[in-house]
């Protein structure tokens, strides 16, 4: 392993400038990759907090009972994918649109009647609703006989989820076209800095020298490189995320776990191609 690690840092020595431009180039193909995974955790969590949102609202009828309305609430609350459901009073609704509408608040003290119907309110459990659970959830609310009417836009509930699956084919294919690009991209990288070594393979050979042991030190190479490359690609990322929320508008930076996967992401790429690179000279010799 000694000798792996000297042979390695030897290499690094004699073809600095080979070195830097092959990590750059690694940086340059997976930054690409670290500014689409930024892109697409923020629509992620944009379509998330609406989803958070949808909800299923039942109008109550003037003459239902407590014993019908508790009996809704623990019916509905069993229904697949729903979290919550709360009861609101009429006094509660009026006092509720006096909060949120300024407007209200300066007529309602000349009401004489509430205005407001009594409902249920049905929040769905994070990341559960679909566009069929919401309305087979709406469906069952219409289904009570006190129940005087049942909103939740479904046609924006439709679009919000048409949305999700547009965005999730549009992260597999983008993501995949990127991904695609970067190998090629670090695979030639990888196979130039070796293609540059290739008297010394030759030497080695000539020599006597095991394949296993010529390829370690070339494959710790490649690691070690795109490992430097996987790091740039993370300075580069953040210093987009930092120019866009400072300068246009506010972002959620990538999870950590993201950012790990893509420096593991750059030294797999990186051993492989030099792996690749390594037997393919290993053969012509």
Do not use: C
């Not at 006096?98 to 409902?119: C, G, K, M, T, Y």
């Not at 609310?141 to 939740?152: H, I, K, L, N």
């Amino acid at each position: 392993m000694g000798r792996t690690v000297r042979e390695a840092a030897l290499g690094f020595r004699r073809a600095p400038l080979l070195t830097g431009l092959s990590a750059l180039m690694v940086g340059l193909a997976l930054f690409v990759l670290g500014l689409f995974s930024l892109v697409t955790h923020n629509i992620r969590s944009a379509v998330a907090d609406l989803e958070e949102r949808v909800e299923v609202v039942a109008y109550l009828r003037e003459t239902a009972q407590p014993a019908e309305i508790e009996s809704a609430i623990q019916t509905l609350g069993a229904l697949p994918g729903v979290e919550e459901v709360r009861f609101f009073s009429k006094a509660q609704a009026l006092e509720r649109a006096r909060q949120e509408l300024p407007e209200i608040a300066e007529v309602s003290a000349d009401l004489a009647v509430n205005p407001f119907p009594a409902s249920l309110e049905i929040r769905f459990l994070p990341g559960s609703p679909t566009a069929e659970s919401v309305g087979a959830v709406a469906a069952a609310a219409s289904g009570f006989p006190f129940v005087e009417d049942v909103r939740y836009g479904r046609e924006w509930v439709e679009r919000l989820f048409l949305l999700r699956r547009i965005g999730a084919i549009t992260t597999l294919i983008l993501g995949g076209a990127f991904a695609i690009v970067a190998t090629l991209i670090i695979g030639t990288a990888i196979r130039i800095a070796v293609f540059a070594r290739r008297d010394e393979i030759f030497i080695m050979r000539l020599v006597g020298a095991r394949d296993s042991l010529i390829r370690r030190p070339l494959l710790l190479e490649g690691a070690v490189t795109g490992l430097m490359g996987g790091t740039l690609a993370a300075l580069l990322t953040w210093g987009a995320y930092q120019a866009v929320y400072h300068l246009l508008f506010k972002l959620e930076w990538i999870p950590p776990g993201w950012m790990w996967g893509g420096l593991l992401l750059g030294v797999l790429f990186g051993a492989m191609a030099s792996n690749l690179a390594v037997r393919r000279h290993l053969k012509e010799v």
